[in-house]
């Protein structure tokens, strides 16, 4: 028995995919092409996608996170102490 099934009715509820738009500035355009040729990956999405990965994986990682702790409580301090701008 076949199902008949009418256009643009959605029979599954599950949503399948997320997606969302991403805007680049020139300077972000450019670092995404150099990663790009770094990954060896010619498509923007799976590019960013990978990007996503490794940055999840090194932002959890825990030195990393020992080094975000002692950059952010620097910044907690300038901002208490009125050091806004640090060359």
């Not at 950059?71 to 060359?87: C, E, H, P, S, T």
């Amino acid at each position: 028995m076949v199902i008949k099934q009418e256009p643009f009715v959605r029979y599954n509820e599950e949503k399948v995919a997320d997606n969302f738009t991403v805007r680049l500035n020139a300077e972000e355009r450019v670092a995404l092409d150099e990663a790009k040729k770094i990954l060896h990956q010619s498509k923007d999405s799976t590019a960013i996608k990978q990007l996503a990965m490794i940055g999840t994986k090194t932002i959890q990682d825990q030195k990393m996170l020992q080094f975000l702790e002692v950059v952010l409580n620097n910044y907690r301090k300038n901002k208490r102490l009125g050091i806004v701008d640090f060359d």
